[in-house]
């Protein structure tokens, strides 16, 4: 029997009870010569393949952070001992998040005075300590989350292997003409309403790079359902392992008003858990469409891939 490693790694933010308000970031005031920027390509890279990470430079030291869209908590987080190793200054908030398995965890916050990105200087920065574990064969390292992107528009190009930052509004015309479009919801961040062919029922859908299923070479989405669910009952599903029973629905599509998002690979996730997103398009989405997101209006844009 062929056996797999599965590790599913999701934001600890998706179920978010805080009782502490992140300070607002200024990126204006932050970001050096702020009035002549217009875009920033960075090199994205691969950890084992499938978990994007960029290089970042703080205080001296270049370091790798993994690109996770779906963390809401923080601008950047960052381990504790790298934390000990670099001039940073605790603003004394703490808030609470619920991870994807039910587990509690604190997030603690400082203020990290200068992070360089490819030549882009930035200042004092919200950052937060990653108390996250990580499996042995993916690099324990801190993430650059929503929060800061979001002061961006930006496009994640697996491909091509880039991570394109734009200021706020702009919108190459190629995208913008070109380009499937879709309207995202104003909360929870990063979702839209959508349905699955072959069944007529509203789902909502979350977007997130941190959504990854490992099993070699194996990426997939993630539907979250009831253990009764009916959705589950009439699809015809593939068992990944006859010994971890993992159900994999391969080549839905999902469409949300006008818009067709084909072609994709899900893993079925059994869940008696609250959720706020039914659907979460990971690694085997990113995989296949390149992707804009257009943070000034919540828009969507993305093209499929050759």
Known sequence: MKKYFIVLLFPVSLFLSSCYSIPKYDLEKSM?????????????HFDSGIYPFIYINVQGNKIPVHVDIGDETGYFSFKAKFLESIKCQSIGGRDFSIGFNGLIKSNDYFIVNEIDIEGMKLKNLVCKKDNASLPNYLMDIGNIGFNFLKEFNFEI???????????????PDSIANHWTKIILNKKPLLTFNGSIQGYNKKFHIG??????????????????????SSFILKQKVDYLDGEFKLKV???LSITSDNSLIDSLDFLIYETKQPKDRDILLGGDFFFKYDVFFDNKNNILYMSKYN
């Open 32 to 44: 050096d010569k702020y009035e002549e920027f217009t875009s920033l390509k960075i090199p994205l």
């Open 157 to 171: 190009d697996y491909k091509n292997k880039l991570l394109i930052l734009y200021k706020k509004g702009l919108i």
């Open 207 to 228: 977007i997130d790079t941190g959504t990854i299923m490992v099993g070699k070479d194996i990426v997939k989405n993630l539907i979250r359902v009831p253990i009764e």
């Open 249 to 251: 629905i391969k080549e």
